[in-house]
T-cell receptor, first 114, second 115 residues
Framework: AQSVTQLGSHVSVSEGALVLLRCNYS??????LFWYVQYPNQGLQLLLKYTSAATLVKGINGFEAEFKKSETSFHLTKPSAHMSDAAEYFC????????????FGSGTQLTVLP | EPEVTQTPSHQVTQMGQEVILRCVPI?????FYWYRQILGQKVEFLVSFYNNEISEKSEIFDDQFSVERPDGSNFTLKIRSTKLEDSAMYFC?????????????FGPGTRLTVL
C-alpha cells in the first residue's frame, strides 16, 4: 500500500528563515502527492499537489515542493517563514489503482519564532 | 468561495448511542469522503461515496458505520452504537471531478466525544 513518512513531528524556525518540511513516499509507480495545511480549529486546506506534470510545484502562500523520484521525496519549502505559517502540515498520497482516497502522513507541527 | 460545511462542530454522546454527523459538500461536486483523526494520530480514510453508493471503504468502516446522501445536498455519516474509541475529529471532503489528482476540499470537522 502507498504511504508517506514525514520526518520530524515538530519543526521550529525563526521568522524569515527557510522552512523545510520533509516527506518521503513509498510507491512502485509515480503517485499523486499533496501537501495540506491545518490551522488551529480549522479543516485541511490544500497547499499544492503533484500530478505528474512539472516536478517543481508552486502552491499558495509562497510554498513550493519538488518531486524527486530518485529520492522518493516531496519536501515542502518556503524561502522565508512568516508568523502566519505556524500550523500543522500534512503530506498525503493517493493509492495505486483506481482508488482516490488520501493516505496521510503523521503531520509536522511548524512553529515560527519571532 | 464555495466551501464544505459540517454540523455540529462538536458532539458529545454517551457510549452506545447513535450519532449522525452532517456535511454539506460543495455544490456540483461528485465524490464525497469521510476521514477521521483521533487526537494525536494521523488523518485516516473511512469511506468514499460516488454516484449514490460507496466507492471505497477502509477497515475502520465496519457495520457500525453508514453513509447517506438523503436529499442531494447533505452527506451524512451515522455511527449506530458509539464506542469510546470513536472519539475523534471527523472530516468530510468533496471533489469536483473523478480524476485521482483532483483536489479534495475539506470541511472544518466535527469533534465527536464519546463518554
Amino acid at each position: 500500500a502507498q504511504s508517506v513518512t514525514q520526518l520530524g513531528s515538530h519543526v521550529s524556525v525563526s521568522e524569515g528563515a527557510l522552512v523545510l518540511l520533509r516527506c518521503n513516499y513509498s510507491s512502485s509507480v509515480p503517485p499523486y502527492l499533496f501537501w495540506y495545511v491545518q490551522y488551529p480549529n480549522q479543516g485541511l486546506q490544500l497547499l499544492l499537489k503533484y500530478t505528474s506534470a512539472a516536478t517543481l510545484v508552486k502552491g499558495i502562500n509562497g510554498f513550493e515542493a519538488e518531486f524527486k523520484k530518485s529520492e522518493t521525496s516531496f519536501h515542502l519549502t518556503k524561502p522565508s517563514a512568516h508568523m502566519s505559517d505556524a500550523a500543522e502540515y500534512f503530506c498525503a498520497v493517493t493509492p495505486s489503482g483506481s482508488a482516490r482516497q488520501l493516505t496521510f502522513g503523521s503531520g509536522t507541527q511548524l512553529t515560527v519564532l519571532p | 468561495e464555495p466551501e464544505v460545511t459540517q454540523t455540529p462542530s462538536h458532539q458529545v454522546t454517551q457510549m452506545g448511542q447513535e450519532v449522525i454527523l452532517r456535511c454539506v459538500p460543495i455544490s456540483n461536486h461528485l465524490y464525497f469522503y469521510w476521514y477521521r483523526q483521533i487526537l494525536g494520530q494521523k488523518v485516516e480514510f473511512l469511506v468514499s461515496f460516488y454516484n449514490n453508493e460507496i466507492s471505497e471503504k477502509s477497515e475502520i468502516f465496519d457495520d457500525q458505520f453508514s453513509v447517506e446522501r438523503p436529499d442531494g445536498s447533505n452527506f451524512t455519516l451515522k455511527i449506530r452504537s458509539t464506542k469510546l474509541e470513536d472519539s475523534a475529529m471527523y472530516f468530510c471532503a468533496s471533489v469536483a471531478g473523478t480524476g485521482k489528482g483532483d483536489t479534495q476540499y475539506f470541511g472544518p470537522g466535527t469533534r465527536l466525544t464519546v463518554l
